[in-house]
């Protein structure tokens, strides 16, 4: 295995690694205990609803935390920084990438809001603006994020990433991928000619393949709406 395979990996490994850190952090404790003669990590998690603590295992069974909906995170006033400071730190390679992926999925919030608002653009372009990092898995989750946010506006970006030949193999996929979640049918003879060129990688290929199918299927199905409806 080659080990430029192996950089993204690595790299998703230590971003998982830092989120659970965090989620201890923020959540609960770490307590060992011994079993067996044998040195055990048992995970005590704070309920935020009742203020009580509860091993892991009464955690699933009471539900003793909940993520949030889309519904409460519209309604909760986060205080949250702005378009640019998340932009600063989403396109700052000194940053840690869990940083920066908790800047992303901050951005992908404001646009992704519906109806928009005066920060969906901004924070569109902010997520864009960090297709310059070197990071594949981040090009990747920007690429996921702009498929996402079922905006126009996120279309050119994706499009640019897809026909550069020069990006990385996954960010290309990916950005094959929203294009066909966005629903993008003029998108349709870009992917039908990287799918049929034999010179491109088989894995983008082989997405614009599935992009394809899956927007030739819209269309059919769009169309056959629009047939009833005149009947």
């Known amino acids: 295995m080659k080990v430029k395979n192996l950089v993204p990996r690595m790299s998703t490994c230590n971003l998982i690694i830092d989120v ?11 307590r060992r205990r011994l079993v067996d003669g044998r040195m055990r990590l048992n995970y005590y998690f704070v309920c935020p609803t009742i203020g009580k603590s ?7 069974q009471r539900c003793a935390f909940q993520l949030p ?30 940083r920066r992926f ?3 999925f901050s951005l992908k919030h404001s646009a992704s809001l519906d109806p928009p608002t005066e920060d969906t ?8 603006a960090a297709f310059t990092s070197p990071s594949a898995l981040l090009k990747h989750e920007l690429a996921y ?9 996120s279309i050119p970006f994706l499009r640019a990433r897809l026909e550069d030949e020069n990006e990385d193999t ?14 993008d049918f003029n998108s349709l003879s870009l992917l039908r000619r990287i799918r049929d060129d034999g010179r491109e ?15 030739e299927w819209e269309q059919s199905r769009q169309k056959s709406r629009e047939d009833l409806q005149q009947r």
Not at 170 to 183: G, T
Not at 201 to 213: K, L, Q
């Open 102 to 104: 908790r800047a992303l």
């Open 20 to 30: 659970i850190r965090a989620f201890i952090h923020k959540f609960g404790c770490e």
């Open 145 to 153: 994020c702009l498929g996402q946010t079922k905006n126009e506006g």
């Open 170 to 183: 996954i960010c290309r996929h990916e950005a094959a991928e929203a294009l066909a979640a966005l629903c």
């Open 54 to 60: 509860q091993p892991n295992r009464a955690h699933h």
């Open 201 to 215: 990688d088989v894995t983008v290929r082989e997405t614009c393949d599935i992009a394809v199918d899956r927007l």
């Open 69 to 98: 909906t889309k519904d409460t995170m519209d309604s909760i006033q986060l205080g949250s920084p702005s378009i640019q400071s998340l932009k600063a730190t989403l396109c700052s390679e000194s940053i840690p990438l869990s």
């Open 121 to 128: 653009v901004p924070a569109i372009q902010a997520i864009a």
